[in-house]
Nanobody
Framework: QVQLVESGGGLVQAGGSLRLSCLASGGIFSTYVRGWFRQAPGKEREFVASIRWSSGSTDYTDSVKGRFTISRDNAKNMVYLQMNTLKPEDTAVYYC????????????????????WGQGTQVTVSS
């Protein structure tokens, strides 16, 4: 059974920074893409960022471009999300996800494109 465990969330003032981490363990799987999503109260889960495990190629939703950076450590099976210049609208539960699937039918910005999910970590940005 693949397990993803997020850490690093917390309460921060607007303009501050946080670094989220996600460790994958258990099972036997080959990661193709690792992603970060978030879900605010009363809203659907939305894509934040993704990284191709082999190439390191990244993708971001427009609202976080220039502020968030996704990175990975292949040896440690870790993915990170550095979040700078945080805004109150960034407040949400942040989820790490991973998938083995690849192909033209996947764009990795959709919840359904991922196989495994963590339990989430709360990020709260105060104004």
């Amino acid at each position: 059974q693949v397990q993803l465990v997020e850490s690093g969330g917390g309460l921060v003032q607007a303009g501050g920074s946080l670094r989220l981490s996600c460790l994958a363990s258990g099972g036997i799987f080959s990661t193709y893409v690792r992603g970060w999503f978030r879900q605010a109260p009363g809203k659907e889960r939305e894509f934040v960022a993704s990284i191709r495990w082999s190439s390191g190629s990244t993708d971001y939703t427009d609202s976080v471009k220039g502020r968030f950076t996704i990175s990975r450590d292949n040896a440690k099976n870790m993915v990170y999300l550095q979040m700078n210049t945080l805004k109150p609208e960034d407040t949400a539960v942040y989820y790490c996800a991973t998938t083995e699937r690849y192909g033209r039918s996947y764009d990795y910005t959709r919840v359904r494109d991922y196989d495994y999910w963590g339990q989430g970590t709360q990020v709260t940005v105060s104004s």
